[in-house]
């Protein structure tokens, strides 16, 4: 979910130039207001940057000092290019392009071609896979169907760092790239493959791109009429420009220097794409004149969230890191983050789906919790481990919201019911807007309550069910809306393929979850092997998966779960250790580089709260001799290991039943009570106790966290509970 989506969706259009500057912080008023010259924007995650530079363009716009249709603002994905486009629109800028860089140079090439170069433009071609498998085939190579999409990435990026086939081997070697095949099969296939374009008359995207570069280039005229057109540039996620689209930007701008560009350094994900954040670094010696302002505010995660964010970043080496933002949270306190320990992956699946399942339950909505991961194939698992639970699901990358068949049939019909409503008698009894979508929709197979279970027709039901939420707020937002108003807003949305929100859990890779945020976030699979990726091998590699794990950890607002697992089956050897990332970050795993999250022991969880809720700082006991470790006899002085009487490292012995039997009852007692969880018995207190399996109240009065007050009031159960007793608690009043 984007921070577009997850605030009002449909606000008011600001009545004056000044207004749009309202509610913006003093740094984002810089932004807007630098409108002339060169600017750099160093934007942190969650700091705002598109709220900045959005209603940069907008106040230019409705100041009077930029032209709409003169202001080109250019980013990586259509649906961060649409979401740009809605905002502008919502701020009264209409008309502004707001496009890919691809679907920039895709617009002019086509407007240009027929007299830059004569004829029609060559056909497009979406998936170049199968056109690598003709070459490999003209050159009697055979490719594994691994080999043949690692081959389309060597070619994608060659192309984008303008590299020639018959320099391939070098440019490779130089970069650091481990090719897939012999740099010389490469470099054969390569060329194989730019031979069947040209006899089959069809480009690629990257095409576009050098088609572009070498119209502007070669013709004079054709670039002035293009400058004429824009004067003003706005770069979006400047740290993954290419060298080719970073040779565009420059053709767009030629001797003029009104840009501004936005970016992270510690984003930089897409490497192996061809991105550097050089350009960025860069920019202040290539305009030594430009405004810089560097946005530190982080308005999206907790103060905790954040702290963690800042310590992964704390241990980077290489250019990037030396150009780290220390971001500073701007949001109340949360829980501290989670750490779990599995003995294998479907385990820590099933773990993840268990803990989700509790989450919808207690009410968190399930569109605001992700599950990622480091690869795609890791996906699978989830999903089955989710459809066990009975926790809905989307697939982040998969179909898009408005292709999907029901959502084009649904807005047909929605579409139909606007035009000729008076003769349907569906809507006979209905007049607000939400009761018409509703009934329309009903016809389409949505109902009040959701289908048991998952699959299809779960999934089915959830795109209408976004459709009939999304006609809610529109009507809230605009009094007096009607259905082809609403139909004009899913037109629009469409076509920017901003789509409402699906109530489901997010399961999404880490490079595909850039730009998106959610409540509560899941990284899994944080260990050697996966975090960083096995086959990350030179120190700048290894730096990129550190970006990358940054990425992920700043998707969440709230809570955030990060867990590994030490085998990969059942049974398997448990050879697996957590990332090294989390070194010095997590409870138990060294030396830190500053203030770390209160945390637990192995085998279960190491943090606080599986309730959500920030446990209170539980006060270390005057002792006149050192607390020792129970299992190796090392003396303790963590917070967290004084109260399980062990290091954090050391094997725990604690029995699961009681332990799962103690949360119940737990969540009964804080139900009745009215209070967090936490403040029954906190999460370690219950594995301290789950670990000693105590007999009397004499031995449970020894554990830490188990006060004469709580005694009085809770020892009977909990001692029934280790007793193996049924059904305690639930008979009982407050």
């Not at 109902?447 to 976004?466: F, H, I, M």
Request: proline share 5%; with cysteine; net charge negative.
């Amino acid at each position: 979910m984007t921070a577009a989506t997850h605030s009002t969706l449909f606000p008011q259009v600001p009545d004056s130039a000044d207004a749009v500057l309202d509610g913006l912080d003093p740094e984002q008023r810089e932004v807007a207001t630098a409108l002339r010259g060169p600017v750099c924007v160093l934007a942190g995650a969650g700091t705002g940057k598109t709220r900045a530079i959005t209603h940069r363009i907008a106040y230019g716009v409705r100041a009077g000092i930029l032209q709409p249709s003169s202001v080109l603002a250019v980013t990586f994905t259509n649906r961060a290019a649409g979401e740009m486009r809605g905002r502008l629109r919502q701020l009264g800028a209409a008309g502004v392009q707001a496009r890919t860089f691809h679907s920039a140079a895709l617009r002019q090439l086509q407007y240009f071609w027929p007299k830059a170069i004569g004829g029609s433009l060559p056909r497009l071609v979406d998936r170049k896979i199968q056109l690598v498998a003709d070459a490999a085939a003209a050159c009697r190579i055979r490719l594994e169907r691994g080999e043949l999409r690692d081959v389309t990435a060597e070619i994608e990026w060659s192309k984008v760092t303008q590299t020639v086939p018959a320099d391939y081997a070098l440019a490779a070697a130089k970069a650091g790239r481990e090719a897939p095949r012999d740099p010389a099969e490469i470099a054969q296939l390569y060329a194989a493959y730019e031979d069947l374009k040209r006899g089959r008359s069809v480009i690629d995207f990257e095409d576009v791109l050098l088609l572009t570069v070498a119209v502007l280039q070669d013709r004079h005229d054709v670039a002035e009429q293009v400058r004429a057109q824009y004067q003003h540039f706005v770069v979006d996620e400047y740290q993954d420009v290419s060298p080719l689209q970073q040779r565009l930007l420059e053709l767009w701008l030629g001797d003029r220097d009104d840009v501004c560009v936005v970016g992270d350094a510690s984003q930089t994900i897409y490497s192996f794409t061809g991105a550097t954040p050089d350009h960025l670094l860069d920019f202040r010696s290539r305009h030594p004149g430009a405004t810089v302002v560097k946005l530190v505010r982080d308005y999206r995660s907790t103060p905790q969230v954040v702290h963690l964010a800042n310590g992964l970043l704390s241990q980077a080496s290489g250019r990037a890191a030396d150009h780290r933002l220390e971001l500073v949270s701007q949001r109340p306190a949360g829980p501290e983050p989670v750490y779990t320990e599995y003995a294998d992956e479907p385990a820590e699946a099933e773990g993840a789906a268990r803990r989700i399942r509790e989450l919808v339950d207690a009410g968190v909505p399930a569109a605001e919790i992700a599950v990622l991961f480091r690869t795609n194939s890791q996906s699978e698992t989830y999903e089955q481990a989710l459809a066990d639970a009975g926790v809905p699901y989307q697939l982040r990358g998969a179909e898009r919201f408005f292709d999907r068949p029901e959502v084009r049939k649904a807005v047909s019909s929605l579409r139909a019911a606007a035009r000729f409503g008076g003769n349907d008698s569906l809507l006979d009894d209905v007049v607000d807007l939400p009761s018409q979508v509703r009934a329309v929709l009903s016809g389409e197979g949505w109902t009040t309550q959701p289908p048991a279970g998952s699959g299809a027709v779960r999934e089915r039901w959830e795109s209408l069910a976004a459709l009939v939420g999304l006609a809610q707020d529109f009507a809230a937002a605009a009094a007096g809306a009607t259905l082809s108003d609403l139909v004009t807003e899913l037109d629009e949305r469409a076509g920017a393929q901003h789509a409402p929100t699906v109530q489901g859990v997010t399961l999404a890779s880490l490079h595909s979850a850039k730009g998106l945020e959610w409540d509560v976030v899941f990284l899994v699979g944080v260990a050697e092997g996966m975090m960083p990726i096995t086959y990350a091998k030179t120190d700048e590699q290894i730096e990129e998966e550190r970006r990358l794990l940054y990425v992920g950890v700043t998707r969440a607002r709230e809570r955030l779960h990060l867990s590994w697992a030490l085998a990969r089956s059942p049974g398997g050897r448990a050879s697996r250790r957590p990332s090294r990332f989390l070194k010095g970050l997590r409870p138990g795993s060294g030396a830190a580089t500053g203030r770390t999250a209160a945390g637990g022991p192995g085998g279960v969880e190491r943090g606080v709260g599986s309730g959500g809720a920030v446990a209170a700082a539980v006060p270390r006991r005057t002792q006149r001799t050192p607390a020792r470790c129970r299992v190796c006899g090392r003396t303790l002085t963590d917070a967290g290991e004084l109260k399980l009487m062990r290091c954090e490292d050391c094997p725990s012995d604690m029995d699961e039943g009681v332990y799962e039997r103690l949360r119940e009852w737990r969540a009964l007692q804080a139900e009745r009570s009215g209070q967090p969880a936490f403040c029954v018995f906190t999460d370690k207190t219950l594995m301290a106790i789950a670990e000693s399996v105590p007999e009397g109240e004499r031995e449970l009065a020894r554990i830490p966290g188990v006060g004469a007050r709580k005694l009085n009031r809770y020892g009977a159960d909990v001692l029934a509970i280790c007793a193996g007793q049924d059904g305690v608690g639930l008979d009982d009043d407050d």
